[in-house]
């Protein structure tokens, strides 16, 4: 069930409207009144939801979007399902992350739509109706854009929920919601937690003390972990490196991961195993060659097949990429390499993670490309970083030592 809408015409009317004069939006004038009140009524072929069990709202989490920052929403559906158990909980996300979504534990739907192209087999109006037949006590925008805010409206959820003005990549989005709550504060997790205080989950990080329980993710039957051993032979362990970032400025320099692979390889007997995904798949090749052997290229990976690959692992070693966040989310011990964005509040959530920061001196923070000579990424050392996975990995060993006691 693939939703369709125009994105453009919906971002430039809304904004329009909105900056100019202060106007109010609502959907029925972005999206169009005829539209709003047809599919106010049940579309067509549309089967009804079970009803939620009394005093047991249903509730719709619109998470479109990214790999990490739906890692990131996991704590709070793990919250509202412990508030809840006999809760209607579905999730609206875009289709591209429907892999991610479906590994999640505790959700009774997932609708994906098409938010790059918004064009889709069921259209606007249909998944609107398909939406408003579920009839939704509560919508949580944890996106905070305009887009997903008319979406939330759109839904027909009795209240509609989202973060104040401030604490909104798009302000505008705050002229949409019906209520409003939560902090920017901390991490961005803490960040979605607060947000539940606004319909009664009160002291929402409690429910999640627990690691499994935060992020409540299967592991399914993957090939890839086997044939990943197979490239590695006999050695201690398997570190997982990951190379790649959307933003150029997130990568730390492939000659220097190569570097680390051959010193873990020489000094740990723990091989590398470099993980690609599109587009990335030359600068993987050049981390294997650079690294004489010590680092392999990895198979080609799907999501389930990266969460069964980091369940096993003995460290990996990331950028601020939805990678890292996924791997920490299923237990993998990490050393997180921070440029111009904040560990404090996107870095993993274990606390016996590691993060090596550049923030604090960074000259784009926050953006995608730098413009400074003096790259702040391009400044962390190999020293630094092997220093790093050496702390995390006793860490690790430690921990397991309590464990077994």
Known sequence: MVAALRSSAIRKTTRREICSRGLLVTPERVLGRRLMSDSSRTAPNVEQPPASPRN????????????????????ALAALRSMWPDARIDWLVD????????????????????????RGPLGLRRTIGHLRARHYDICLDLQGLVKSALLAVASGARRVVGFPRDSLREPAARFLYRETGGRDEGHVIDKNLSLLDAIGVRDARNWTSHLKKAF???????????VARSLMGAHDGLVLMNPGAAWPNKRWPAERFAELARRLEARRALRSLV?????????AATIERLSHGA??????????????????????????????????????PVVGLYGPTDPTRNGPWHPSDVTLSRYADCQCRFKRRCTSADWCLGGLT????????????????????????
Do not use: N
């Not at 429907?98 to 098409?114: N, R, Y």
């Open 95 to 118: 289709a591209k992350h429907l892999a991610l979504v479906e590994l999640v534990e505790g959700l009774d739907e997932i609708v994906p739509i098409s938010v790059g192209k918004m």
């Open 295 to 332: 680092a392999r290229m990895a198979p080609a990976t799907e999501v389930s097949d990266l969460v069964a690959l980091a369940r096993d692992a003995t460290l990996m070693v990331s950028g601020d990429t939805g990678p890292l966040h996924l791997a920490a989310a299923v237990g993998a």
């Open 56 to 75: 047991a709202p249903a509730i719709l989490i619109v998470k479109l979007g990214a790999l990490g920052d739906i890692v990131h929403a996991l704590p």
């Open 216 to 226: 409540p993710l299967r592991v399914v039957a993957s090939p890839v972990p086997a």
């Open 275 to 283: 993980l690609w995904g599109p587009r990335e798949e030359s600068l």
């Open 382 to 405: 190999v020293d630094e970083v092997e220093a790093a996975v050496v702390r995390r990995l006793g860490a690790r060993a430690e921990r397991s030592q309590q464990d077994d006691g």
